[in-house]
């Protein structure tokens, strides 16, 4: 029906004569119909333009008769279609759509809710930000709001106070309505036409008819936040203020209705945070008077922002946030704070505090949407709080310390919700809540962290109380630990950072280290012996998975040390050597590969840092083990271990570097080589990350000054891995790679481009290496649109110039006289681009390089 070309007459005549009374046709009609004025009505005739028009029109007068009103379904899309009607015709055809509209309506309470529900649709159709428009749509709204405040504005502000005033007090419904009109429209029409005594003093009234108020508030709120010259803003504010005042309504506490608190904290905020615009704009423009006025009008107003900060109903609280941290932000730019505004911070303070704590209602198992608005309640008031740290450290210590030291004098006894401090015992990591245990686990971890020296007197006392928490829990015992894994990782680091900055000697520091290491390699041994004799799959999964948790927790221990030279101060090299060597065999375990391997990579990192070159003994072995049946994940996760190792150790690790080269190479490019299924994008994408891993390794060994790692290869091998090198830079759409494959290619050229380079470098120079640079860019794949790309172009410019650094004048007379000719370059452009190459400024020569491959490319 909605692509027929007629039978939109149907349906207009189907509403006009009133055909059906079934509800889904009529509104089925009213869909046809938006569907014709929304896609095709430019291709209507005048004539049928007009019939719509007069069928929007009947169907209206026809409303003020119904015995019954329509449903509210078919009122609202009823007034979608008169709005899209509207947009497409007031402009042109249809001036005086406000004065018809007006004229059937008069002031039958039928056809005001229309008139009222058609004003929201045309200005969710002129001015909601959701809705997104094209820039010719933006323009026309535009152009019709100009007309309507020129035409029309005045005469519809006049029909909304008629509504107002003679439906206040008999029908809220249409009241509510009108008032949220208002609100709506305030935001673009002239202010004065509603910021006047007269409608100012309506909506007052309004504000004390308890099924108005709501509305009321809302719609003062509008016109409070509307743009206005800021002395105007403040006199406008301070009128409502005192009228609001005088009614009652700062009395808080005599008020009971929380939704109509929570409108009226929105207001108060509004009211609030435009006077400290005013401000900020008066102090800009140097009116240092009015500034002090908007100031003094600000503070009159901290008392009720106060009062309801501190509401128990967090929604009223939370919609004034917005005024007290603005307020704050006033208060920091001042040089010197009065005692009043000294106390104004401590009151906030305090109110924040108090706020910050949970309920006894909420449900931290089974955390629902009013648990996520406590969350994200909590996060504003931590604003607050950092705003208060900024405007005056000193009265945020003072007032922590006394709710500190009042909450100490009885914190044994106290509920969770007031202590949260409270670690050790039943209201934290031994909580009833698995979600408080965890926390408690994170939180105490940051607590230990900071407080470092201070805990001296308690370690042993924490170390003992945690004893049972750092348990391995094993698979089989059914024995459900009270933490999860993740959260003893937060323990096991808690305790590493205990005995590592306490004050014992070292071999005390060394002790303790032991206990609490030995347990996790004991378990480790006989759980490894377990898994290498598991029949069943899913007995294996869970084995390995607990013997990665004792890796990664004894993994986490080493946080604690921040360079070798902690490890080797406290004595516990060796049980960190000891650790390695329980854990290493692992990586011959045939079972759970994945798993295992990378716990243990992950470890070996961390020693790489702890221990420095003590761990360089292992990692041969580990290695060998490493690439034995590896997949491109096992590859790409192990590549990184290696650059560490060599960027770190340098030439120390270079005869181990040397003997493993070539096996991770075969490893790698039989990876890369194997057949995949020609749609397994998976598989395509390992493979890409591979490459990448393989590239970035090839570059770690040239950058780290060790090219001889790859030159003492064998010609043949070496001559591999630069046809690789050069397959990387050209043949693989991957920008990520080709940059890589261009820095080594100019690391090489630096290295061995020079007359005393290996054997045949050169003829590789200008056989492989020169083509690269140039067909490389000019692949269609290579975008020099995306930023990526010209990272490989500008890398690609540092080998070209590299060569010509390297090789001088010959360089040059290659490209001139043999290269560039093959490639059919005009001799101008040529001898344009060998002039650019002999620029000393590198970067004239990348921009220019950009340039050449636009050209070139069709």
């Known amino acids: 029906l909605k692509i027929s070309p007629d039978a939109w007459q149907v349906c207009a005549e189907a509403l006009a004569q009133r055909t059906y009374s079934d509800d889904h046709i009529k509104f089925f009609c009213f869909q046809v119909l938006e569907h014709q004025v929304k896609y095709k009505y430019s291709e209507l005739t005048t004539v049928q333009q007009q019939l719509i028009r007069e069928t929007l029109i009947s169907w209206l007068q026809a409303q003020m008769l119904n015995p019954q009103p329509e449903k509210t379904f078919i009122r609202n899309k009823a007034a979608q279609v008169f709005a899209l009607l509207f947009v497409t015709e007031y402009l042109t055809k249809w001036p005086k759509f406000f004065f018809d509209i007006l004229s059937v309506v008069d002031l039958n309470p039928r056809g005001v809710d229309l008139y009222l529900r058609i004003l929201m649709a045309i200005d969710s159709e002129l001015v909601d930000r959701d809705v997104v428009h094209t820039s010719e749509e933006a323009r026309r709204n535009t152009l019709i709001k100009d007309t309507m405040r020129e035409q029309c504005i005045p005469s519809l502000v006049e029909s909304w106070y008629q509504i107002l005033q003679n439906y206040q007090y008999t029908n809220s419904e249409v009241t509510c309505q009108c008032l949220e009109v208002v609100g709506a429209y305030v935001s673009w029409i002239d202010l004065s036409l509603i910021a006047n005594d007269r409608f100012i003093n309506m909506l007052l009234g309004h504000m004390s008819i308890e099924v108005l108020r709501e509305e009321a508030c809302d719609c003062l709120f509008e016109i409070v936040n509307k743009g206005m010259d800021p002395v105007d803003k403040m006199k406008l504010v301070e009128s409502l203020c005192q009228v609001l005042q005088t009614a009652g309504f700062f009395s808080i506490d005599q008020e009971e209705d929380v939704d109509f608190l929570a409108r009226f904290s929105k207001l108060v905020n509004g009211m609030g945070q435009s006077l400290i615009v005013s401000w900020s704009k008066l102090i ?206 937060f323990i096991y680091e808690t305790a590493g950072v205990l005995i590592v900055n306490s004050e014992y000697p070292a071999e005390r520091k060394q002790a303790l280290m032991r206990n609490l290491l030995t347990p996790l390699m004991e378990k480790f041994k006989i759980l490894l012996e377990k898994l290498m004799l598991a029949q069943d799959e899913e007995r294996q999964a869970s084995l390995a998975d607990c013997l990665n948790h004792a890796v990664g927790f004894a993994s986490r221990t080493s946080k604690a040390f921040s360079n070798k030279q902690t490890v080797k101060q406290c004595g516990c090299s060796e049980v960190y050597l000891d650790c390695l060597q329980t854990f290493l065999p692992a990586l011959s375990c045939p079972l759970q590969k994945d798993i295992l391997r990378s716990g243990v990579r992950t470890f070996l990192h961390r020693m790489i840092i702890c221990l420095e070159e003590e761990v360089l003994p292992f990692i041969p072995s580990a290695s060998e083990h490493m690439l034995k049946d590896c997949e491109a994940k096992d590859l790409q996760e192990f590549i990184p271990l290696i650059n560490q190792i060599t960027a770190k150790f340098k030439i120390q690790v270079s005869p181990f570097l040397q003997q493993m080269f070539m096996p991770l190479l075969h490893a790698i490019f039989e990876v890369l080589l194997r057949p995949a299924e020609e749609n397994d994008q998976s598989a395509a994408l390992e493979k890409q990350m591979l490459r990448r891993s393989y590239f970035a390794f090839l570059q770690t060994v040239t950058g780290s000054g060790m090219s001889e790692v790859i030159a003492n290869q064998g010609a043949e091998n070496v001559e591999r891995v630069l046809i690789t090198i050069i397959q990387g830079a050209v043949e693989y759409p991957d920008p990520i790679a080709q940059k890589t494959c261009f820095i080594i290619l100019s690391k090489l050229v630096e290295l061995w481009g020079g007359k005393d380079g290996p054997v045949g470098f050169a003829d590789f120079v200008y056989k492989h290496i020169v083509p690269a640079c140039f067909l490389a860019p000019l692949k269609q794949t290579f975008d020099l649109a995306d930023a990526q790309t010209v990272l490989a172009l500008s890398e690609c410019a540092v080998t070209l110039k590299t060569i010509h650094l390297k090789r001088g004048p010959e360089c040059v007379q290659y490209l001139q006289q043999e290269y560039l000719p093959s490639l059919q370059v005009a001799p101008e452009i040529i001898q344009e681009f060998c002039q650019a190459l002999q620029q000393p400024d590198a970067k004239v020569f990348k921009n220019y390089l950009k340039v050449f491959f636009q050209r070139a490319k069709p």
């Open 284 to 489: 800009k423009n140097g009116d240092i008077k009015n500034a002090q006025e908007a100031l003094q009008a600000i503070e009159t107003k901290v008392a009720l922002m106060l009062q309801l900060l501190i509401h128990e109903d967090d929604d009223i609280s939370s919609n004034i946030i917005g005024f007290c941290y603005d307020y704050l932000h006033i208060l920091k730019q001042l040089t010197v704070l009065s005692d009043q505004q000294k106390a104004n911070v401590e009151a906030i303070m305090l109110a924040v505090m108090k706020k910050l704590t949970y309920d006894e209602e909420y449900n931290f198992e089974n955390e629902g949407e009013d648990e996520a608005m406590f969350v994200e309640y909590r996060k504003q008031l931590k604003l607050l709080l950092d705003r208060l740290a900024q405007v005056s450290p000193e009265l945020l210590l003072a007032s922590v310390r006394r709710v500190f030291s009042s909450t100490l004098q009885n914190w044994q006894t106290t509920r969770f919700m007031e202590v949260e401090m409270a670690f050790l015992d039943h209201r934290g990591l031994r909580h009833s809540s698995a979600k408080v245990r965890s926390r408690t686990a994170y939180l105490f971890s940051r607590f230990v962290k900071s407080l470092n020296k201070q805990m001296n007197p308690f370690i042993e006392d924490i170390l003992n109380r945690i004893q049972d928490l750092l348990a391995l829990s094993p698979p089989e015992n059914g024995y459900q630990s009270l933490l999860s894994s993740d959260d003893q990782l």
